[in-house]
């Protein structure tokens, strides 16, 4: 199946520093979406990208849709302490490119971010 | 406007005893997804639904079985238990396929 490959696994960081990761796939995909997961919830989007070189940002995150429609990256600006928890990328395959239509995301492992006061 | 809501929040099973998770959303939406979140794994689909009456396989849907009769609800089924399904549960749905709204999520641990 589809592999997303997310980076860092884990990021121990300052309150205030900048936060960069980012998601690798094997194929095209049409959609990027990042989540974030905090203790014992469900993931709440985000971010969501739609066409290739896109740059979209939500309050101190900003994230951007690859050129080679294979990438996408995720960065927080100025972290705090309620930054932490667990960020995912998510994708779907280009169904012009061998991809399902039905709406199936690949997800990536995933990020763990800790943030010391 | 609750989103999603699941249906239990916690259970402990026994090997082999069967249960039924719910998943409910009052979005209107036409599709639903029930994923499975270990350590290390990400989350792995397991069935997903694109309308009423619609059920089909996901990465990993042995040992489950799911229906939708409603629009509204997923039910995702454990018809014999197995530790192996020890995991946490997310429901989610979408009105395009692409941007899934989760639920809560239910913490399932079998013994």
């Known amino acids: 199946g589809q592999q997303l490959n997310q980076s860092p696994q884990s990021m121990f960081i300052q309150e205030g520093e900048d936060v960069s990761m980012n998601c690798t796939s094997s194929?095209?995909?049409?959609?990027w979406l990042w989540y974030k997961q905090d203790p014992g919830e469900g993931p709440v989007l985000l971010i969501a990208l739609y066409k290739a070189g896109e740059l979209t940002s939500n309050g101190r995150l900003t994230a951007q849709f690859g050129i080679t429609r294979k990438d996408s990256f995720l960065n927080i600006s100025a972290s705090i302490p309620s930054d932490v928890g667990i960020y995912f990328c998510a994708g779907h395959p280009d169904p012009n490119a061998g991809g399902t239509s039905y709406g199936k995301l690949t997800f990536g492992q995933g990020t763990i971010l800790t943030v010391h006061p | 406007n609750a989103g999603v809501t699941q249906t239990p929040k916690f259970r402990v099973l026994k090997t082999g005893q069967s249960m039924t998770l719910l998943c409910a959303q009052d979005?209107?939406?036409?599709?639903m997804y029930w994923y499975r979140q270990d350590p290390g794994m990400g989350l792995r689909l397991i069935h997903y639904s694109v309308g009423e009456g619609t059920t089909a396989k996901g990465e990993v849907p042995d040992g489950y079985n799911v229906s939708r009769l409603k629009k509204q609800n997923f039910l995702l089924g454990l018809e014999s238990a197995a530790p192996s399904q020890t995991s946490v549960y997310f429901c989610a749905s979408s009105t395009t396929g692409f941007k899934q709204y989760f639920g809560p999520g239910t913490r399932l641990t079998v013994t």
């Open positions: 194929s095209i995909f049409n959609t």
């Open positions: 979005m209107n939406h036409e599709y």
